[in-house]
DNA sequence: CTGTTAGCGCATTCAT
DNA sequence: ATGAATGCGCTAACAG
């Protein structure tokens, strides 16, 4: 494979020019144009290890989360991919499964690679350790949560009154025995959803029992166990609150199971789902500006890269309550043909601004603003 | 940062020595205990970027692929990934966006970075070059198609047949318009499905008219705008095969705009979904081993990478159809209220293998498999 | 088993 | 504006 010496040779020039050539130093426009022939003749590719090597400094930026399969990373993924390319820099999806020692790994390797940054959505608070990359000055911003090792930039969506509206709506409709669905102790994202939960109650003044909290891993499986657990209890709840998608269609499965169905027992879930309008009743959510997160985090980045010294930034973005059929008990008797004209019925009552149509999570959402919307914060 | 220098420093060997210890190399225990005790001291990390400059490859393979946000690829992924980290390499996660320049960009990044191999779901069968990585020996694998430019190995599910089966399912029920909503024309995904398609229609002896065939794009919008297209022709169809998930999301959402509720029309896809069992009814789906091709192709890559001569091989993974209400007109009557116990009935009916609950796809899908199942080829 | 040495390909001084 | 020379950190070849 062709190098800068044979590409110097070919064109009659130094190596020194044929660098220069490909990074904008100046160079005789004349020569300039040798330089470019022999690149095209040869199929020069420039070796971006050795630069790497060169420069102590990569173009590529890890992002790490803690599961592919889940939407919200996908739709955060794009967020960071688009802006990252729009830098001209490569993005490394690492998939950590929520596992610290993978985590690690990942980590270890961005040091390794002498990666350009990393966007981290951090697997445990206590264990995921970033302070080696920051020694080493590799530009960290952490999703969600921020990592107690160091005081790094955060983005995160604005959880605990996100659920707290969620939660609230419930109530207001009526619900008396409202429960959550979290995710993992160890994820700040759960507990601050949970913390919203909480809230809601303490100011509720409705004749309500002690909230019942179950703790799931954020899957499919988990909201399945966990929902089927809580029906199981000799007061079942009324109403649920999963925190986020995937868990909502294993809660949603076994409330089928056992011939329950929203509205009856409301549901409610944190987390955007192109299929909230396909299940029956609607599924009610908590818009998460996942795809908004991603960019902000990246842009982060570029920030911090070109000036590492300014204050660590803490970005909480506004979430949204779509209201739909599934959290509205006062709308039961309506609900069970669910029709199209009913859902349009809904369509006047829109609040929250639509979205437009970007290059990123917005694609693939079809219609799904068309709904009761209520802004949050 | 250290290097090994510092650390044949601080241990009183050699650099090499250092070397060894680190890649395996016969060190006297002794020696070996030094050099890892001032690893430790020193917080040294291997640059992998020199190792990479010296060695010529480096220990991450690139998968790219058209959409992270379709769960087929997210599935696909995980297979790869849990290949390649079984042999101690990373996947970077690439994201082409159905895009050939930025497949192209991301082909290039590959090349210039000397990765250990690329796994590819090409974009395009006529423009996807894959022989700058071929003539610099980094093995390349194909999922679902192979490009034009070069003879490589290949890894696809049995899109043909399991499109096939579905098809006649739905001529069976007595569906006498059946719809296909396709693909790109460039993927051979696509084509493979709408050949199986079109066979069945010539295969059947029932009276019908020549099927109509919709081109989309594999994402939620796409089906959506097909189907409510195919639904405002003069004859629209009274069945439909979507050739995956997303569009199926689409175009049900199509469906209950217009009132329109499965099995009244016939709906089944390409596609495993966690909310087929959400919906009302239950979808029909063509099962397709999105996890095990990642996982073969990873494998196939492993072999190559020892034993690049061996001829290009094809691998051909088989599909399966899970028949659910929203195709079964026969049972017209009795889904309406899709009760947890209808679903049950079927149970008895199963035919496929139960998978086991391994480390990828199936964890995310619950009970999902205890439907009428049908294997296919 | 161990140390010395050279060079992977590039960007970057420092001269000119 | 250009070229010669150097070294980023590591591993592989060779010598001992």
Redesign the interface.
Same mark, same amino acid.
């Given at each position: 494979?062709a190098n800068i010496y044979d590409v110097a040779k070919a064109a009659g020039v130094s190596p020194a020019t044929v660098s220069r050539v490909l990074n904008g130093g100046s160079v005789s426009s004349e020569r300039a144009a040798r330089v470019r022939a022999a690149c095209e003749d040869l199929?020069f590719?420039?070796?971006?290890?050795?630069r790497?090597?060169r420069r102590q400094r #990569?173009d @590529?930026l890890a992002l790490i989360i803690s599961d592919?399969?889940n939407?919200f990373f996908?739709?955060l993924?794009?967020g960071v $991919?688009d802006v990252a390319r729009a830098s001209n820099l #490569?993005v @490394?999806?690492?998939?950590a499964d929520d596992n610290p020692e993978k985590e690690a790994e990942?980590l270890?390797?961005a040091?390794? $690679?002498?990666m350009a940054g990393v966007i981290i959505f951090p697997a445990s608070l206590a264990e995921t350790d970033v302070t080696?990359l920051l020694d080493?000055g590799v530009p960290v911003v952490a999703v969600d949560r921020s990592p107690e090792s160091a005081a790094i930039d955060t983005v995160t969506a604005d959880d605990e009154n996100g659920a707290y509206v969620a939660t609230r709506h419930l109530l207001d409709e009526g619900y008396r025995r409202v429960a959550c669905i979290t995710g993992p102790r160890a994820s700040s994202a759960a507990t601050e959803r949970l913390r919203g939960f909480l809230r809601a109650h303490r100011e509720s003044e409705a004749p309500r029992r002690r909230p019942r909290v179950a703790y799931a891993d954020f899957?499919?499986?988990g909201g399945?166990q966990a929902m089927g657990e809580l029906l199981d209890l000799a007061e079942p709840p009324d109403a649920v609150l999963t925190t986020n998608s995937?868990m909502a269609?294993?809660a949603?499965?076994a409330l089928?199971?056992?011939?329950l169905r929203p509205p009856e027992i409301g549901v409610a879930t944190f987390g955007d789902?192109?299929?909230a309008?396909?299940?029956?009743p609607a599924l009610t959510t908590v818009h998460q500006p996942a795809y908004e997160i991603g960019q902000a985090a990246a842009e982060l980045l570029f920030k911090r890269r070109h000036a590492p010294d300014i204050e660590p930034q803490r970005l909480v973005l506004p979430t949204r309550l779509q209201i739909r059929s599934s959290s509205r008990r006062s709308a039961e008797a309506q609900t069970t043909p669910a029709?199209?004209?009913g859902?349009r019925a809904t369509t006047a009552r829109v609040v929250g601004a639509e979205r437009p149509d970007g290059p990123g999570?917005a694609?693939?959402?079809?219609?799904h603003d068309i709904d009761q919307s209520v802004p949050v914060t």
């Open positions: 494979m199929g590719r420039p070796n971006r290890v050795a790497g090597l #990569s @590529v592919i399969e939407p996908t739709a993924a794009r $991919e #490569s @490394v999806l690492c998939n990942y270890d390797v040091l390794a $690679e002498h080696a080493r899957r499919v499986r399945y995937l269609a294993g949603l499965e089928y199971d056992r011939d789902t192109f299929w309008h396909l299940v029956q029709t199209s004209a859902r999570r694609r693939a959402t079809g219609r």
